[in-house]
């Protein structure tokens, strides 16, 4: 049976000593080389370091230098930047069906918008139905349920006037006044749908709504309703001008700028290009100052009580923040008065600008935002504390007047 198995004989390998020759040799050129590359390098790198210590030096004596090579080193980077971004715009072909595509898609977002608006007709009594003292203006849709729909329009509540409203340019329903904001040129109706069909009832859409606190420069937004001045026209823009404590009365609130100056007359809901409303393009609270956008953020809750029948109440002062150059130069912290308005409750008892907020009806109001929603607690005809600060010249005193809450 042993010669069956497989015999194997074991060899070592050849030629071990031509291999670690080789070897040898491959380590001895690897590091001439490596000592070659070395002496290049602490030669060079010599020379650099002297160079960089002379520039240390010169940089330590003259430290503008340091933030001109900063500044131009971060405009340099900006315009290798700006190259790429132009590099691709220029790379980027947008034909003719790309500009039709964007447009299109405008056209969808204003279509669709659309069925949320409403034709709102104002009968003047004692006028014919022709007469210039009727109006016609364009509404939204708040809310809508089985029962009826609330609508806002913008422009003024005329004392005994009745109020028609016309759903998707052919349904025309009688409608109520719910409740009003002079100031704010706000007008909310309502109107009973129980006449309604199913059909026609599930053609009336709600205005989907916004976060107009998401909005940046530079957004594109869509002006559905008057903004050319006629009912049913529509505008695009753009936002130009942001930031969030603008001084307003009895508020603080968002500024909101666009590139559209519209027309005397002009008044509009502004769209983002998701389709939600994010704000209104109206008269502003000062006449004189024109036309305005108020953020819908600001707005809603405002909105909603007058939708509930309540009122919205009025003292007349325009306020700010405190901010931090303000506690520097040593005025207290409160809700600063910047203007007041004229022939307002706040202006009947002598509240002056420069005035510091403290309390309103006994609770402290440390910020805009607090005044505002104390003073919305307060019932019009209500005659309510004022704890402010007022600076005599030498020193701030504590003063406390009494001020009858008016509706806005």
Known sequence: MEEHFIREKIVGPKGKWKKRLKKAVLILLSGGLFGIAAAFSFFFLGKRLSQGEAEQAKESIALVEESTEAASESTAETEAIEDV????????????????????????????????????????????????????????????????????????????????????????????????????????????????????????????????????????????????????????????????????????????????????????????????WVGFYTEAEDRKAGRQIIGISDALESLERLSNGGILPYFGVKIQNSSKTMKELGIPEGVYVTEVVEDSPAYSVGILPGDIIKKLNGKSVDTGKAFQDTLQEQAEGAVVPVELLRYNGKEYVELVLSCPIQAR
Not at 158 to 182: C, D, I, Q
Not at 200 to 223: A, F, H, Y
Request: hydrophobic residues 35%; glycine residues 8%.
């Open 85 to 276: 971004v132009q590099s691709e715009l220029q790379k980027f072909d947008f034909s003719v069906s790309s500009y039709d595509s964007l447009m299109s898609n405008a056209k969808t977002l204003i279509s669709e918008g659309e069925k949320s608006l409403v034709e709102v007709s104002i009968h003047t009594p004692g006028e014919d139905s022709l007469s210039e003292a009727n109006q016609h203006c364009t509404g939204v849709i708040l809310k809508k349920t089985k029962e009826e729909a609330v609508i806002l329009f913008l422009g003024e509540a005329k004392a005994g006037a009745g109020y028609e409203v016309t759903f998707n340019r052919e349904k025309k329903l009688p409608a109520t006044l719910r409740g009003k904001s002079g100031r704010d040129r706000w007008v909310v109706l309502t109107v009973e749908l129980s006449s309604l069909t199913d059909k026609e009832w599930e053609k009336i859409q709600e205005m989907p709504r916004g976060n107009s606190r998401l909005l940046q420069k530079g957004d594109t937004v869509l002006l559905l309703g008057s903004p050319l001045g006629q009912a049913y026209s529509s505008a695009l823009s753009t936002i130009g001008v942001l930031s969030y404590d603008k001084a307003s009365e009895d508020r603080v609130g968002e500024e909101i700028k666009m590139q559209f100056s519209g027309e005397e007359n002009s008044t509009a809901f502004v769209l983002n290009t998701k389709g939600e």
